[in-house]
Nanobody, 117 residues
Framework: QVQLVESGGALVQPGGSLRLSCAAS????????MRWYRQAPGKGREFVAI???????TYEDFVKGRFAISRDNAKNTVYLQMNNLKPEDTAVYYC???????????WGQGTQVTVSS
């Protein structure tokens, strides 16, 4: 059974930092591209960042220079380091695993990030 479990969400003040984690089980983690998405209240789910199997990364414009995605294949975990957080970063953050060879796609349950003073 495939599981993606996010953690690290919290209430943080503007300008603060958080590191989200997503631990995967039931898949060969190194074979999957890993993405972070987020969904703010009343809005659709939006792409945040991706780290490919080769370690290359891409970010949505609104997080460039503030967020960093990384992965540890030995721990089957993907991370999202979030710095200089803004109130508009408030959302539920989801991780996603996608295999470009099998087209399998899996989602975690999400972790809440709230940026407020």
């Amino acid at each position: 059974q495939v599981q993606l479990v996010e953690s690290g969400g919290a209430l943080v003040q503007p300008g603060g930092s958080l590191r989200l984690s997503c631990a995967a089980s039931g898949i060969i983690f190194s074979f999957y591209d890993m993405r972070w998405y987020r969904q703010a209240p009343g809005k659709g789910r939006e792409f945040v960042a991706i780290i490919h199997t080769d370690g290359s990364t891409t970010y949505e414009d609104f997080v460039k220079g503030r967020f960093a995605i990384s992965r540890d294949n030995a721990k089957n975990t993907v991370y999202l380091q979030m710095n200089n957080l803004k109130p508009e970063d408030t959302a539920v953050y989801y991780c996603n695993a996608y295999s470009s060879s099998t087209f399998d796609r899996y989602w975690g349950q999400g972790t809440q990030v709230t940026v407020s003073s």
